[in-house]
């Protein structure tokens, strides 16, 4: 006589090592998106409607950097040193679209279609320009993550100060200071955490 307990014992634990796996699965393929802020040193769990401004706050805070950084080198003519990265389709499609004139390129990967392009080059400022100024209407709406800019990165150059370059980055986190204050003051999203995040801002004025 076959005995149940052997049979049912092993099918129970394999039902529920099955459900662990899935249950992994699950939570990485549906990874919960939500970001950690310490403003002042009060933290923030931003989720939801809240997170998705964030993200959009920082794509356009490099937009921004970058369109003023091309205000102040100034001449549409001078030729700005920049690299890019993306996908070999990504690489290919901004080198065609905005004239760049490549200087180098790095693979990082093993020859799939996955693989990292990086790279080197320079660009017109007028291009240069134009192509952020794309962007930062993109970023407003729904894919900010999918912009071409996202991928740029304007390299040191003789055109542009290091305190020039400072002092914009400065403006702009700023701005980006009070934005965060009024995600929080929102509240939509937002609730009060533990402090675990590497994402720190500080100001002179009390907390929201």
Do not use: W
């Amino acid at each position: 006589m076959i005995n149940s307990q052997k049979i049912i014992v092993p099918g129970i634990l394999t039902a529920l090592i099955g459900g662990t796996i899935m249950l992994v699965l699950a939570f990485s393929y549906y990874p919960e998106k939500h970001v950690n802020i310490n403003l002042n040193g009060r933290c923030y769990e931003f989720l939801d409607v809240a997170y998705a401004k964030y993200k959009n706050l920082e794509a356009q805070r490099e937009n921004e950097i970058k369109m003023r950084q091309v205000q102040a080198i100034g001449d549409p003519t001078i030729m700005v040193p920049i690299s890019f990265s993306g996908t070999e389709r990504q690489v290919s499609e901004f080198i065609n679209k905005n004239d760049v004139n490549v200087s180098s390129r790095q693979v990082l990967g093993n020859g799939s279609n996955l693989d990292k392009i990086i790279v080197k080059g320079t660009i017109s400022n007028g291009n240069l320009e134009r192509l952020i100024n794309s962007s930062i209407i993109e970023s407003n709406g729904a894919n900010f993550t999918q912009t071409m800019v996202s991928g740029l990165g304007i390299q040191p150059n003789p055109y542009i100060t290091q305190v020039e370059s400072q002092q914009i980055t400065k403006n702009i986190d700023e701005i980006m200071l009070n934005r965060i204050k009024e995600i929080i003051a929102e509240k939509e999203g937002v609730k009060e955490a533990e402090c675990r995040s590497k994402i720190v801002y500080n100001d002179n004025n009390s907390t929201p």
